[in-house]
């Protein structure tokens, strides 16, 4: 937890009062929290005391944090309610629109736009002081909204980690109704047509010799067409989290979709460990069907292994569903301590059994992104393709991926630099 200056106690402070606020800027926020944890709260706070500011942090993360994806959100909130003095003179300006090309653009901190509405539901942002006399009021700059984008076109290109809980929401509304569709895969195999290119001399003499020997017509045949199996293996290790449950409720939509597309849709998550997720995506509910991956999943915002997972998934699972050439879809942001070597082999391996490797990585959204880590310098040579994946918009740019056999994104010129060094 981060260090900040003790506050003084107000001189009559309101110990219920003020965990029962706090506690409904949690609720707004997202987090399940009724008054029976707020009773809890309050007796665990009186019974701790204030004696020690990290002990005050930890009895109310006991009482009203129960899922790893509330922590960031406790975090923000608990820090500008009972750290900062003036946090809602910050979280107005948080929450103001940023003009790009007059201030310097900075990215939201993680839950820190949820935290912000939640603390300023209600309020009213303050008033102006009055101008000293003899002086003028600043003129005030009135700004026209017209020609600005549009609310959806907005969130298709936010990122999903500065997400609000309402966009959050409709952003997964807008990822249950996008499709990933791919072309179909031409077999080897025939099957009968009757306008096919090719004749089919088996059946041709099959049915003359049940005619006397004599060939009446030509059998005509054609090459038939199969869809390839989707792969994706994603990363829900902590600096994944907010991005892999997006492009887990993306993967779901997907391997829900009626009509002609992915033969099969395999999903595995890591972060320490690999788990496979597959049989939850086949739940029609995507709450329930989440609900289920996340209990079995273990490793939530956990640390990160990939080159361990990898060999884990080429060891166990690669022979199973990589047949007929799949596609495979590997999320994460290749922030791996791990011994570089094996990565590299275990990439080298994974691509080697895919029919493409596309790689979604959330760091590309940065413009001075570099392959700097030794995870992403030992990944990088074994792609097809490297794209972000921070968005709804780099999650559509997928179906154009798909279909351009020679698109490789960000992978040639990321790999020039390797090669300048």
Not at 118 to 125: C, H, P, S, Y
Not at 189 to 217: F, H, K, N, Y
Not at 360 to 377: Q, Y
């Amino acid at each position: 937890m981060p260090e900040y200056p003790p506050l003084p106690l107000p001189e009559t402070p309101r110990l219920a009062q003020n965990v029962t606020h706090f506690a409904r800027a949690l609720r707004r926020a997202g987090l399940p929290i009724g008054p029976g944890r707020v009773s809890e709260a309050v007796e665990a706070v009186a019974t701790a005391g204030f004696t020690s500011k990290q002990d005050f942090y930890w009895t109310l993360h006991a009482c009203f944090v129960s899922k790893p994806e509330h922590r960031q959100v406790f975090a923000q909130i608990f820090r500008l309610y009972w750290r900062d003095p003036r946090f809602l003179e910050h979280m107005m300006a948080a929450m103001l629109p940023a003009i790009r090309g007059t201030q310097e653009e900075k990215a939201a901190k993680p839950a820190q736009k949820r935290a912000a509405e939640a603390l300023l539901d209600g309020a009213e942002a303050p008033d102006l002081p009055d101008p000293p006399e003899g002086e003028e009021p600043p003129e005030q700059l009135e700004l026209s909204a017209e020609l600005t984008m549009s609310r959806e076109e907005r969130l298709r290109q936010l990122d999903f980690e500065q997400m609000s809980t309402a966009e959050v929401a409709e952003a997964k509304r807008m990822l249950a109704k996008m499709q990933l569709p791919i072309r179909p895969i031409q077999s080897r195999r025939l099957v009968a047509s009757p306008t096919g290119p090719r004749i089919d001399w088996r059946r041709t003499m099959a049915q003359a010799a049940r005619q006397g020997g004599e060939i009446t017509t030509l059998a005509r045949a054609q090459r038939r067409v199969r869809w390839p199996n989707l792969v994706v293996i994603c990363d829900i290790s902590g600096s994944m989290s907010q991005y892999s449950r997006l492009i887990l409720h993306f993967l779901h939509a997907v391997a829900n979709r009626k009509g002609p597309g992915w033969a099969r849709v395999h999903g595995f998550t890591f972060g320490t460990r690999l788990t496979n997720i597959t049989r939850h995506l086949a739940q029609r509910d995507v709450d329930a069907a989440l609900a289920a991956a996340g209990a079995e999943a273990q490793d939530w915002e956990g640390g990160t292994r990939i080159g361990a997972c990898l060999h884990d998934f080429n060891r166990d699972w690669s022979r199973r569903v990589m047949g007929q050439g799949a596609v495979v879809l590997l999320i994460t942001d290749g922030l791996d301590r791990d011994d570089s070597d094996q990565l590299s082999a275990e990439m080298q391996r994974l691509h080697l059994s895919a029919r493409r490797l596309i790689w979604l990585n959330p760091l590309l959204r940065f413009d001075g992104f570099a392959p700097k880590a030794r995870g992403i310098r030992a990944m990088l040579p074994h792609l097809d393709s490297f794209r972000a994946g921070h968005s709804i918009a780099a999650l559509q740019d997928l179906a154009d991926v798909l279909t351009r056999a020679e698109d490789s994104g960000e992978k040639q010129r990321l790999m020039q630099m390797l090669m300048a060094e």
